[in-house]
C-alpha cells in the first residue's frame, strides 16, 4: 500500500473518531442540559402523572426529596424518578411480599450499615436511602450494572429491570419536554 494511501486512511480514521466524539459531546451536553432544567416542578409532574391517587402536598414531598437527595448523591434526578416509578408506582405506602418499603422499595437489612437517620418508611427517609444505595452501585459498578443491581442485589441475573428503568427514564424526559 502507498503512503498517500495509508496517509489517507489513517487521516480518514481520526476524522471518523473526531466526528464520533463530537456526536457524543452533543448527546452528553442534550443529557446535562435536560438534568439541568429538571428540577422539583418536573418531577412533580411525572409523579402527579403517575399516581393521581397522590395528593398535591404528597406530590411536592416527593419531588422536593427526589431534587434534594439526587444533589446530595450527586446522581440523576430523572433517574431516580424513574426508579421511583417503577419500583413503587410512586406509592409511599407501598410494601413489597418480600419486605421491601416505601416509594423506592427499599429492603430494610441493606439500608441498616449505611447507618441514615429515619424511619425508611417516611417519604425522605426513603427516598434518601434508595438514593443512597443508587449512588453507591453506580459507583462500584457503572451505570447499567449499578440500576440492575439496586433490584438484584449482587446476582445480577437478567436486564429485565434495566430495560423497565430505562423506558421510565424516557417516559419522564418525554413528559418533561412535552
Not at 413503587?88 to 410494601?95: E, F, L, N, Q
Request: hydrophobic letters at 45%.
Amino acid at each position: 500500500m502507498s503512503r498517500r494511501r495509508v496517509a489517507c486512511l489513517g487521516l480518514l480514521a481520526v476524522l471518523l473518531v473526531c466526528d464520533g466524539q463530537r456526536v457524543v459531546d452533543a448527546r452528553d451536553d442534550a443529557a446535562r442540559a435536560r438534568k439541568a432544567v429538571f428540577g422539583t416542578a418536573e418531577v412533580a409532574a411525572s409523579l402527579a402523572r403517575a399516581n393521581r391517587e397522590l395528593a398535591p402536598p404528597e406530590v411536592e414531598r416527593i419531588a422536593s426529596a427526589i431534587v434534594r437527595y439526587s444533589r446530595k448523591y450527586q446522581i440523576d434526578p430523572v433517574l431516580v424518578t424513574a426508579v421511583l416509578l417503577v419500583e413503587s408506582s410512586a406509592r409511599p405506602w407501598a410494601r413489597s411480599p418480600k419486605g421491601a418499603i416505601g416509594l423506592m422499595q427499599i429492603m430494610p437489612h441493606v439500608i441498616v450499615p449505611s447507618a441514615l437517620a429515619g424511619n425508611l418508611a417516611t417519604i425522605e427517609s426513603n427516598i434518601e436511602g434508595g438514593c443512597f444505595l443508587l449512588a453507591d452501585n453506580i459507583r462500584r459498578l457503572g451505570e447499567e450494572d449499578g440500576i440492575s443491581a439496586y433490584f438484584w442485589g449482587s446476582d445480577i441475573r437478567g436486564l429485565a429491570y434495566l430495560t423497565r428503568v430505562r423506558a421510565a427514564r424516557e417516559a419522564v424526559l418525554r413528559q418533561a419536554e412535552s
